[in-house]
Every structure is written in structure tokens, then in C-alpha cells.
């Protein structure tokens, strides 16, 4: 059988990693996710003002006809 050291550390495969700040000024993903999650609601925002002025825009135009 083989040593238990020869095997590789379960530490070293692919997985989550705790969040930190990454050297140099780099954004975390928590970070990224912060900054899309907020320009996402920005444009839901912006789209559903567009559309209440364009239902509203429809209403009075059935009224003049």
C-alpha cells in the first residue's frame, strides 16, 4: 500500500475560497457580484420607467382618437 503522504492534499483541489481582499486593488467576487447586482437593478429601474411612460403615453393617445 501506499504512504498517506504520497497522496495529494485535499486542500490543493479546485474549490470555494474564503472572500479577502486580493493584493494589488483587485475586486473580490463578492465585489464583482456587488457591482453587477447593482447596475442589474439600475436597468430593471430604468426599463420599468419606461414602460410606465409608455403606458401612460398609450392611455392618452386613446383618449384623443
Same mark, same amino acid.
Given at each position: !500500500?501506499?504512504? *498517506?503522504?504520497?497522496?495529494?492534499?485535499?486542500? #490543493?483541489? *479546485?474549490?470555494? /475560497?474564503?472572500? =479577502? /481582499?486580493? *493584493?494589488?486593488?483587485?475586486?473580490?467576487? @463578492?465585489? =464583482?457580484? /456587488?457591482?453587477?447586482? /447593482? #447596475?442589474? !437593478? +439600475?436597468? $430593471? &429601474? +430604468?426599463? +420599468?420607467?419606461? $414602460?410606465?411612460?409608455? +403606458?401612460?403615453?398609450? @392611455?392618452?393617445? &386613446?383618449? @384623443?382618437?
Amino acid at each position: !500500500m501506499s504512504d *498517506p503522504d504520497d497522496l495529494p492534499s485535499r486542500s #490543493a483541489g *479546485p474549490g470555494p /475560497k474564503p472572500a =479577502r /481582499k486580493a *493584493p494589488g486593488g483587485e475586486n473580490t467576487r @463578492e465585489d =464583482r457580484l /456587488k457591482a453587477a447586482l /447593482k #447596475a442589474n !437593478m +439600475a436597468r $430593471r &429601474k +430604468a426599463q +420599468a420607467r419606461a $414602460r410606465a411612460e409608455g +403606458a401612460a403615453g398609450n @392611455e392618452t393617445d &386613446k383618449s @384623443e382618437k
